[in-house]
């Protein structure tokens, strides 16, 4: 009798542990109650620059730009049994954590006679909103994702520039400056100290940051990967002597950084994607122009959270998903293919998956693909990686601040990132998608692509030299207009040397059409009514006179 009573304990206990499980899922609300009032006052959701950045690429704001409502929030965060983990007001949605039961209670909340609640997605995809669920639990000793090599060597980081003949770039002072990147990685410990980013720390180049794992704005913490993925394109350790061996040069050493820790390197779940969101969205509010991440996600320490390579289709997951809206507000993202080429599973990994997104694969110091690079195609057939760069021996700067070699895409990436910058820095008025489409038809494959590979080694030289024979390269000093072409609004930029100017449109024939002052509180002219056609804008200011051409369309 007494065995029998045990053996129903013992089966019992298991089943309560069953139900106490918590899970993680996103909740989706049906609207933004507030939308009327934000869209009348936009610097409330996005500062000046990233307002800016919409108007040069002519990127209306809209419903996903509206914050998440807040009594939404507060609904959700009184909810017995949850806790809300992150939110994203581009998908409306809450990463929250919970028993399976008081997730799906979450459907039955209202306020003002209304659910809130459009629809929940676990991140384990056997859960339905039901309660039921046919996963067994089984938990995997976390691994370290992010391997740093130990064979340190000494040396310079030019050959994994000169691959990409970004050089040429530096050498007509595209260098970054003027460019803001967003890092999002594990964490940047020391970055603050390390002789290699006393330049960028001296200089102000480093914005700022935000902690997301830890809820906490000290970002000089975490795991040091960051600093090594930085590194590839912030790093700056110069002598004057020419042949000097121990000299480091980033891609981009004069750009202007924001650092984001979105990765907990000791656990793996689906909160990092959602805290990703989270960074990617508080970089288009601050009005950054390149998001670089060195991370992707496709298993997690739950086995039952793991992505199907059926999900990699830029459309599933929830970081993938985010990136994709991320590319719309105007930003351009860079992100790592992953290092799983030798692995039973070699295919890329989320983000890398999204269309938008300029995916990295790695290659050698003389251009042969490594074996750990991710390759694909994507599960819905498209070229994965886009392209590559050296990310096998590749140079970068350890937590130590020595120069060192390391392996991954996790540098091949980041290195890609500060020359795609360098390149948008020099033809603004390109959008992203411009800009990625370039990158993509400069690299050596671009005919012929593969699966390892993508469309290969890009070329900034080939792009550079084409747009400055057929694009107007821009000068600081000189002013500017876009988007060009244009269907109704041009807008004007304004040298730091002037502040208003007199703008005249004529025909190719000749016809004086308009004449407008432009100043900075009013930087734009309306041809809306112009037929489509050719025009120029003669411009008249205390720097000099300037014609430049209109492609009405």
């Not at 056997?126 to 090599?149: C, D, M, Q, W, Y």
């Not at 650092?259 to 990617?280: C, G, K, Q, R, Y």
Request: glycine share 6%; hydrophobic share 40%; aromatic share 10%.
């Amino acid at each position: 009798m007494v065995k029998s009573k045990l053996l129903l304990f013992l089966l019992i206990i298991p089943m309560s542990i069953l139900m106490a499980q918590e899970e993680d899922a996103w909740v989706y609300f049906k609207d933004k109650p507030n939308e009327n009032s934000y869209m009348e006052a936009p610097l409330t959701m996005l500062t000046q620059r990233a307002l800016d950045r919409r108007i040069r690429y002519n990127i209306p704001l809209d419903f996903k730009d509206i914050p998440v409502e807040a009594s939404y929030i507060s609904a959700i965060e009184n909810a017995n049994g949850i806790s809300v983990m992150a939110k994203s007001k581009w998908l409306n949605a809450l990463h929250v954590r919970g028993t399976v039961s008081a997730i799906d209670a979450l459907n039955t909340i209202q306020i003002n006679g209304g659910n809130i609640v459009a629809s929940i997605e676990f991140a384990d995809k056997t859960i339905h909103v039901s309660g039921k669920s046919s996963k067994e639990f089984i938990k995997r000793k976390p691994e370290n994702k992010l391997k740093l090599a130990t064979n340190f060597n000494y040396g310079q980081a030019a050959n994994q520039i000169q691959m990409l003949k970004g050089e040429v770039l530096h050498q007509n002072n595209f260098t970054g400056e003027g460019m803001q990147i967003a890092v999002i990685d594990a964490g940047f410990p020391n970055v603050k100290s390390l002789p290699a980013f006393q330049r960028i720390v001296n200089n102000g180049q480093i914005l700022g940051g935000y902690d997301y794992v830890n809820r906490n704005p000290e970002y000089n913490t975490g795991n040091s990967h960051g600093v090594s993925v930085l590194s590839t394109i912030a790093g700056y350790i110069y002598s004057d002597d020419e042949i000097a061996t121990n000299d480091f040069v980033g891609t981009a050493p004069d750009a202007s950084f924001y650092l984001f820790i979105t990765e907990d390197s000791n656990n793996e779940t689906p909160l990092e994607e959602s805290l990703w969101v989270e960074a990617a969205e508080e970089a288009d509010r601050l009005g950054v122009d390149v998001i670089n991440t060195s991370l992707g996600y496709y298993e997690f320490d739950d086995t039952s959270y793991n992505y199907s390579y059926s999900d990699m289709n830029g459309q599933t997951a929830f970081i993938s998903r985010g990136a994709e809206i991320a590319f719309s507000r105007g930003m351009l993202l860079v992100n790592s293919a992953g290092n799983e080429g030798n692995n039973a599973w070699h295919y890329i990994i989320a983000p890398a998956d999204a269309p938008a997104v300029l995916s990295i694969g790695a290659v050698d110091k003389d251009r042969f693909i490594a074996n750990f690079s991710s390759y694909g195609p994507t599960s819905d057939g498209r070229i994965k990686p886009d392209v590559c760069a050296e990310g096998a021996g590749v140079y970068i700067i350890n937590s130590a601040g020595t120069i060192a070699t390391s392996n991954g895409t996790s540098f091949s990436g980041p290195v890609m990132a500060g020359m795609v910058t360098c390149l948008w820095q020099a033809f603004p008025h390109k959008t992203n998608a411009e800009i990625t489409q370039l990158v993509r038809e400069s690299a050596h494959l671009f005919a012929n692509p593969t699966n390892q590979e993508g469309y290969g080694i890009p070329n900034f030289e080939t792009i550079y030299n084409t747009l400055a024979i057929t694009e107007e390269v821009i000068d600081e000093e000189t002013i500017r207009l876009y988007p060009n072409p244009t269907t109704e609004m041009i807008y004007f930029s304004f040298p730091n040397t002037t502040s208003n100017f007199e703008v005249s449109i004529y025909s190719t024939l000749g016809q004086l059409i308009l004449v407008k002052g432009v100043t900075i509180t009013d930087p734009k002219m309306d041809i809306s009514f112009l037929p489509a056609g050719i025009y120029f804008a003669q411009i008249q200011s205390n720097l000099e006179e300037q014609v430049l051409k209109i492609l009405k369309q």
